[in-house]
């Protein structure tokens, strides 16, 4: 999955090599060939999007719940997003997504509309960056009020 901050805007589908290791296995693990990251990676590079990190689905089991693994593999690829797609009941398939680091942590999904995800990355740059003009602001104020200290200091100094 790639996209900017933990907002997915791209995805790039993996084969699962996991059945050249012997019968069955595909059920239960997955394996991806060196090649295919690299095009992952020059893929979303291109499109200006980060590698936020990989979904993938339990074929058995409720609870789309990340395994041991899961989580190494995230966590060793430093990713930021991890969604797991639980096929136990097609009827009724569960989709869930964890933050990997520092520590595994459910998060919300929040789907935005292609007609809208325009709009939807436009306010966040501006809540950005009126989060970096208010912290700008805040050190000038505290570099401010250093320097009238400082000039306070040498008044009384002076006298």
Known sequence: MGGKENIILGIFPLPNLSFMY???????????????????????????????????????GDL??????DVLTHQKFH?????????????????AAFSPLPQLTREKLT??????????????????????????E????KRVNEIISEVIEKYKEGK
């Open 22 to 60: 012997g019968v069955g296995a595909e059920k239960v693990s997955f394996k991806w060939a060196d090649w295919d990251i690299s095009k992952v990676y020059n893929y979303f590079k291109a499109h200006a999007m980060d590698l936020l990190g990989f979904y993938h689905s339990h074929a058995s």
């Open 111 to 136: 789907v935005i509309k292609d007609g809208a995800i325009d709009k939807y990355l436009l306010e966040l740059d501006i809540k950005k960056s009126a989060r970096q003009y208010l912290e700008e």
């Open 79 to 95: 990713l930021k997003v991890m969604m797991i797609i639980s096929l136990a009941n097609l009827k009724s398939t569960k989709v």
């Open 138 to 141: 805040e050190k000038l104020e």
């Open 64 to 69: 789309p719940i990340p395994s041991h693994l």
